[in-house]
C-alpha cells in the first residue's frame, strides 16, 4: 500500500486529515508526520524572497522522509492559504519554489529527484473549515447548527455568509466577533456552534477534529478548478487512481506544471 505522509501545520489536520483522505482514497495509507510544522502563511508572502531557512528545514524533513527506505512514498505539506494570501498564490508557490531551489542546489541528483517526484506542497483555501460548509455532516459532527443555503454564498475558496445574525452590529459579543467576518469561514464556524450549543466555543482539536473526521472532500468539488481539486488530483496521482469528481481540472498555482522542483511547484 502506498505510504503518504502529511506535514500539516494545524491541530485540527493532525487529528482528521488522515482520516479524511482515507475516506476519498481508500487504498492509500496516510499517516501524519509526528514533528512539529509550523505554519507558512500567516502573514502575506511577497516576493523578492530571500533565504528561507524555516521552508527549507521543512522541505528537508520531507526529503529526508521519503528517502529512507520504509518511512514514505510520498511526502505532502498541507498548510491554510489564509486571508491574508487570498489573491497572491502564485507568489506563495515561488516562495516554495525558492526554498526547494535552495534547497537542493549542494544535494545530490538522486535527491532532487526525489524531491521533484515525491514531495509536494497544498494549501486549504482559504483555511480547512471552509471546506465543512459544503458537508452539513461535517457541521453537524462539530456540533454547529446548518446555515440555510441563502446565508453561504460562492465556492468554498471564495467563501462569502450573508447570514443576518453573524454580520449584526458591533454590540453583538461572541469570540466570533472580528473585522471583515463575512469572508472568515472559521469565525463564522464558530458562531454556528455558540449559536446551536448557548455558547460553546469552537476549537480545533474537539470540534474541529471532530468536523474533519466527518468530511467527504469530494462535496466541495463541484465548480470552478481550486487547490483542492490540485490537491486531490496529485495524491490519486501518487496512488495511481482515477481523481474524483473535477479534479482532473484544476487551475490553481499549485496544479502540476512543467519545469517544477517539487512534484507540483
Not at 100 to 107: E, G
Not at 126 to 139: G, K
Not at 146 to 151: K, L
Request: hydrophobic fraction near 40%; proline fraction near 6%; charge should be positive.
Amino acid at each position: 500500500m502506498t505510504r503518504i505522509e502529511l506535514f500539516v501545520t494545524g491541530r485540527c489536520e493532525r487529528l482528521g486529515l488522515a482520516s479524511a483522505l482515507h475516506r476519498v482514497f481508500p487504498t492509500g495509507d496516510f499517516a501524519i508526520h509526528r514533528g512539529e510544522t509550523h505554519s507558512f502563511t500567516s502573514r502575506a508572502l511577497r516576493p523578492p524572497f530571500g533565504t528561507l531557512p524555516r521552508a527549507e528545514d521543512t522541505l528537508g524533513d520531507m526529503l529526508r522522509s521519503v528517502m529512507r527506505q520504509g518511512k514514505a512514498d510520498f511526502a505532502v505539506l498541507v498548510d491554510d492559504l489564509e486571508l491574508t494570501n487570498m489573491r497572491c498564490g502564485a507568489n506563495v508557490a515561488e516562495y516554495f519554489r525558492t526554498a526547494a531551489h535552495a534547497l537542493t542546489a549542494n544535494r545530490s541528483q538522486a535527491a532532487q529527484t526525489r524531491l521533484h517526484e515525491r514531495c509536494s506542497v497544498h494549501f486549504l483555501v482559504p483555511m480547512l473549515e471552509a471546506y465543512f460548509f459544503r458537508d452539513p455532516n461535517a457541521l453537524r459532527a462539530a456540533g454547529a447548527s446548518v446555515p440555510t443555503p441563502a446565508d453561504v454564498c460562492g465556492a468554498p475558496e471564495d467563501f462569502r455568509t450573508r447570514d443576518a445574525g453573524f454580520l449584526a452590529p458591533a454590540d453583538v459579543t461572541g469570540s466570533w466577533k472580528r473585522p471583515f467576518r463575512c469572508a472568515h469561514p472559521k469565525h463564522y464556524l464558530s458562531y454556528l456552534i455558540e449559536r446551536a450549543s448557548s455558547g460553546d466555543r469552537y476549537r480545533e482539536v474537539e470540534q474541529g477534529a471532530a468536523a474533519l473526521r466527518a468530511l467527504d472532500f469530494r462535496s466541495s468539488l463541484a465548480g470552478p478548478s481550486t487547490y483542492l481539486d490540485a490537491f486531490l488530483e496529485d495524491v490519486a496521482d501518487m496512488l495511481n487512481v482515477p481523481a474524483p469528481g473535477s479534479a482532473t481540472r484544476s487551475a490553481a498555482p499549485t496544479a502540476r506544471r512543467p519545469g517544477r522542483l517539487l512534484r507540483n511547484l
